[in-house]
């Protein structure tokens, strides 16, 4: 099997080419320069129509969204690794949950977040950002509420959700997100943080 990601450092695609340094599978990187314009080439829109970073492809076909390359790579190659739960178990259907909890949930509350203090100037507002950090607040809370009651995402062992749950969790403290209040969130944070694989140049 042939895969190849295409992704610019420090991006949205760096989660993915730490997932794919956990999982050791073996892969091409090829470097879509975002700050120089070339996710709008011809041929790099041909792959993915949005003009964005990552795109993954198997054998030649394109897929996009991190989240569903993070969700495709577990199915793929987690569970044969011991990194993602077997299909048809409690612990696949918390899996799925917890990543789009991640990516959907907590991501949109994080946009308004961003928008609201370091997007363009017009669109900043104190009140959006107070009200965007007290949702951020509420859903740490959920999530230190299961990380209180066991070390990792899934319950004793670290898994691939760790990693996918965890990439959103530290952009959201680079964000402002207050991480720092929910003490398991944070010690696990560290935990995931410390990884070999998340220490990779990407
Ligand atoms: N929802 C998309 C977001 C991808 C995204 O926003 N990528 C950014 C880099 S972090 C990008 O490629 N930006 C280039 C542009 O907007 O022109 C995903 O998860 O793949």
Known sequence: MSIVLYWHPMSSATPIACALAELGVPHERVKIDILAGEQRRADYLALNPNGKVPTLTVDGAPMFEALAIHLWLGHRFGVERGLW?????????QALSWCA?????????????QVATK?????????????ALRGLNDLLAVLDARLAAQPWMLGADYSLVDLVVGSVMGYSVYL??????????????????????M???A
């Open 101 to 113: 909890w991640a990516y959907v949930t907590y991501g949109a509350v994080l946009v308004r977040l």
């Open 85 to 93: 739960p077997a299909a048809g178990t409690p612990e696949a259907l």
């Open 119 to 131: 997007g363009e100037e017009a669109l900043r507002s104190t009140p959006h950002a107070e009200a």
């Open 176 to 197: 402002g997100a207050p991480v720092q209040a929910h003490p398991h969130v944070k010690a696990w944070l560290a935990r995931v943080q410390a990884r070999p694989a």
């Open 199 to 201: 220490q990779i140049d």
